[in-house]
């Protein structure tokens, strides 16, 4: 009997201590590059004594929030992190997502205009259009015509490149519309970003699937430039000694990446935790670091060769006039190029 | 030679289980997760799935990619399973060994491969020749498709070929037929059904592929693609599923033509009767035509493995041809992943091989009443792009009564039946080559259904088995669309990996990873067929 009670009290302890981990713990579904979800996992779980588990790590928002989708209505993570925007946007509007605002936003003095204004996700980095283009190439085929290195969205124009831009598709991917509503945003009006396309349009050799899809033809010297995020383009070029050179023109689009918790979160309160987490200057810095994302604390360094976010100047964004032309926008671009 | 329609009821209560268990598992791993995929999306998402113009323009191209690449891909898999079969070609162990590479396509690598030997900055093109080819479009992808799918026809005819009996070449061969005619005129016509398997089996996985025109279809979309961008772009799982369906609609048609092309024409070869080994061989006019049509091929084949090998060994793929092992540092931190591939495969590829011995043996040899309806399920997997079948997983098979979220199990189940189309299709068109005979007669003897099947039917599509069997683990490790929706931290696989690789700009580590997969697959492989007592050589029977 004695022994009996023993063992009854050893599984107690077992269970109750099984408990009191769960409790602090947070899973993570995460949009990113691999090092710095590792990375981000680890230093919450050091400066919190919470475990970090990432239970998927694909680097697509759309795979990653598609899951949550289907895994719905058990909630298999508490946070999805990466990825534009719009993707949690779009999950709060299916109602996959726990509303919550860290109230970081408020002490380190965030920009509010990066939050959700419906109060879901968190917007805590940005990312910004560049050019790309194969150094290689352009010195051989284009340089000797004495033109300069593309520096603005007009350089592209140039006939020059007839045939020898990589562009991609606004009707394929969330990334490439929001590099379309750029153009449109930058320029004033639809009209007149319509009108870019239309110029645009002779001298493109390829409409991308992936928002990204530049980077590795540009770098294999398919074409010789292109226009991608930056802080993957950086990301890649670093990472994979790449042959290419990254322009940040002036007035250049970007995006907001975000980070939500989702309905019905298995451990809610370390989910806020790790939200609070990312907006902190550690993990901005690890973002920074590792993916060339922007964080939107203020005062993070960058890695070097990546222009301070304060010297680009961003077009005049607007998310909603995004989302509500959506249709007619994409409908628009497939007049124009066929595609 | 028998006509072989005497199929026979079914009555035993052994065999009464056999069928409620088949069955079974096919409507709960196969209809039930496509019934979940095209539930998800509502009555409004249909709508505007189907009424998109870009859409439209996709099956369009989809409907054209696939006439235009199942007609190349059967031919030059008919050929290729000629020439190894009936030349004398000295390159024949060179040919069954490149007819088998293709299939080891592994995601985003075939196509970096062509871009890197014959696109505009291509080694061969540009660095050799001085020419800026554009491969990206429908050409590119109708060579990629070509090139990807013909060894499934080839294994087909393959087997089609060695279970054909020689003695009517020779009775022919006797009266005087020239090699031509002998072809012409009872080869082909005997292979009717072959060719109508092999056809089908390529047409519905040409349909579904996503990888080929994801990255060499350029601005040339299709059907597939789409529905794989609807998720990795949008997050629109309903648009996938809608998708999906449309895909799924010209496989029923192509499966509905290949039955009414082949009715009551299969003939049975290898009969209780014993014939002569010997084939007449091919004239030598008609051994060099294969030999270089087979030779083109296998170029075309070895140059995307060159293409690999270098990448996985030098310093910047394309760019930097330093030879480097720094890439290959990486494979050993992902060793839990590999190793999850290969197992996950092989049993996924086993599985799937009796799964399939046993449905094509009901449909072949019994009369019952869901013998059409289990045709047609054993063949709807090919039909489905990888990505519905994850989705339909995912979302029956994460929550209960059978919660199997972030488990093997979930990978292996839907890696083994994704898969049954393939060894279904193989031992469907053995058994329609063997005639039922033997069968009968142990029957008549008092052997059971059981019995016969083990000890009779078995031996003697001995070949078949394995062929399904290797073409499904192959197609197991290098399947990313399927596990993308069901593969987690714990269950992970190579190809997720190979993917946020390539998404990492870590080209050369992810060729390094995907000839680490390959070369690790080649030995499992290996190691199967010894086991199983066969030459170490894949495919020899």
Redesign the interface.
């Known amino acids: 009997m004695k022994r009996f009670l023993v063992v009854l009290a050893a599984l107690l302890l077992a269970a109750g201590s099984l408990l009191a981990d769960d409790a602090k713990k947070v899973v993570i579904y995460a949009a990113l590059?691999?090092k710095t979800s590792k990375d981000l996992a680890a230093a919450f779980q050091a400066a919190t004594g919470y475990t970090a588990?990432?239970?998927?790590?694909?680097?697509?928002?759309?795979?990653v929030?598609?899951?949550i989708?289907?895994?719905a209505?058990?909630a298999?993570a508490d946070v999805v992190i990466g990825g534009n925007s719009s993707?949690h946007t779009?999950?709060a509007t299916g109602g996959y997502l726990e509303r919550y605002t860290s109230p970081v936003v408020k002490t380190a003095g965030i920009d509010p205009r990066f939050m959700d204004p419906d109060g879901y996700w968190t917007g805590w980095y940005l990312g910004a259009l560049c050019i790309l283009y194969n150094e290689?190439?352009y010195t051989e085929e284009i340089k000797p015509k004495g033109i300069q290195p593309p520096t603005t969205w007009d350089d592209l124009l140039n006939p020059v490149y007839k045939g020898q831009v990589i562009a991609s598709n606004p009707?394929?991917?969330?990334?490439?519309y929001l590099m379309l509503a750029a153009q449109i945003f930058r320029l004033g009006s639809e009209q007149a970003g319509f009108d870019y396309i239309r110029k645009l349009d002779p001298n493109v050799?390829?409409?991308t699937?992936?928002?990204n899809g530049s980077?590795?033809?540009v770098?294999?010297?398919?074409?010789i430039v292109g226009f991608a995020w930056g802080h993957d383009t950086l990301?890649?070029?670093t990472?994979?000694?790449?042959?290419i050179v990254v322009v940040f023109p002036k007035d250049t689009g970007f995006e907001i990446g975000a980070a939500s918790i989702i309905k019905n979160a298995p451990h809610l309160e370390a989910a806020k935790r790790f939200i609070d987490f990312l907006l902190s200057p550690e993990a901005g810095k690890i973002n920074a670091m590792n993916g060339y994302r922007y964080p939107v604390r203020k005062g993070v360094e960058m890695p070097p060769g990546v222009p301070a976010f304060e010297s680009l100047k961003l077009a005049p964004w607007d998310l909603k006039a995004a989302a509500v032309n959506l249709d007619a926008w994409k409908k628009r671009w497939?007049d124009i190029t066929g595609? | 030679v028998s006509r072989t329609s005497r199929v026979q009821g079914v009555s035993e209560p052994s065999l009464v289980v056999g069928v409620a268990i088949l069955s079974a598992c096919l409507l709960v791993f196969v209809l039930a997760p496509l019934a979940a995929t095209l539930a998800f999306p509502n009555v409004g998402s249909w709508g505007v799935t189907l009424r998109s113009g870009r859409f439209a323009k996709a099956a369009l191209h989809s409907l054209l990619m696939t006439i235009l690449s199942t007609a190349t891909a059967t031919l030059v898999g008919f050929l290729f399973a000629y020439t190894i079969t009936r030349t004398a070609t000295p390159l024949r162990g060179l040919f069954r060994a490149v007819s088998v590479l293709p299939l080891f396509s592994p995601p985003f690598m075939v196509a970096f491969g062509y871009v890197m030997m014959v696109g505009r900055n291509g080694l061969i093109t540009h660095g050799l020749l001085g020419l800026r080819v554009n491969v990206f479009g429908w050409h590119g992808l109708w060579l990629a498709q070509t090139i990807s799918f013909f060894p499934v026809a080839a294994i087909v005819m393959e087997g089609a070929l060695r279970s054909l009996s020689p003695n009517l070449l020779h009775a022919a061969s006797n009266l005087g037929a020239s090699g031509a005619r002998q072809l012409w005129t009872i080869t082909l016509p005997i292979l009717r059904p072959a060719f109508a398997a092999a056809g089908l089996l390529v047409g519905i996985q040409v349909l579904a592929d996503f990888g080929n025109p994801i990255l060499i279809g350029g601005n040339f979309s299709v059907l597939a693609t789409e529905a794989w961008l609807r998720v990795e772009g949008w997050a629109d799982v309903q648009g996938a599923a809608v998708l999906s369906a449309e895909i799924l609609l010209p496989s029923l048609l192509l499966f509905a033509a290949q039955r009414i092309w082949v009715r009551g024409r299969t003939v049975a070869t290898v009969t209780a009767r014993a014939g002569m080994d010997t084939v007449p061989r091919t004239s030598a006019a008609g051994r060099w035509l294969l030999g270089i049509v087979c030779g083109i091929v296998s170029a075309l084949v070895l140059l995307v493995y060159v293409a690999l090998l270098l990448g996985a060994f030098v310093k910047g793929w394309g760019f930097d041809w330093t030879p480097t092992l720094a890439n290959l540092g990486d494979i050993t931190v992902r060793g839990a992943e590999l190793l999850h591939s290969i197992l996950y495969a092989a049993g996924a590829a086993l599985g799937s091989a009796v799964v399939s011995l046993g449905t094509a043996f009901l449909v072949s040899r019994k009369r019952f009443r869901l013998r059409s309806a289990m045709d047609l399920a054993a063949l709807l997997p090919a039909a489905l792009p990888g990505i519905c079948f994850g989705i339909g997983y995912s979302i029956l098979f994460s929550r209960p009564p059978l919660d199997l979220y972030g488990t093997a199990a979930i990978v292996v189940l839907s890696l083994l039946f994704w898969n049954i189309s393939v060894g279904h299709q193989t031992f469907v068109t053995a058994f329609g080559q063997i005639s039922p005979a033997f069968g009968e007669a142990a029957a008549n003897l008092g052997a059971g259904s059981f019995r016969v099947l083990r000890e009779i039917e078995l031996p003697l599509v001995s070949g078949a088995f394995l062929s399904a069997a290797t073409v499904s683990f192959i197609r197991a490790v290098t399947t990313l669309s399927v596990v993308v929706f069901l593969a987690n931290a714990g269950n992970g696989v190579a190809t997720v990996s190979i993917m946020n690789l390539v998404n990492d700009g870590f080209y050369g580590k992810a060729a390094a990873l995907t000839v680490s997969l390959l070369i690790l697959s080649a030995g499992a492989l290996g190691l199967g067929r010894l086991a199983a007592g066969r030459p170490v050589d894949l495919f020899q029977a």
């Open positions: 590059d691999e588990e990432i239970a998927l790590q694909i680097e697509q928002a759309g795979t929030a598609s899951r989708k289907t895994e209505p058990t298999r993707f779009d999950l290689k190439r009707a394929t991917t969330g990334g490439a050799a390829q409409y699937a992936g928002a980077i590795a033809l770098s294999q010297g398919e074409a990301k890649q070029k990472q994979g000694n790449l042959p497939a595609k």
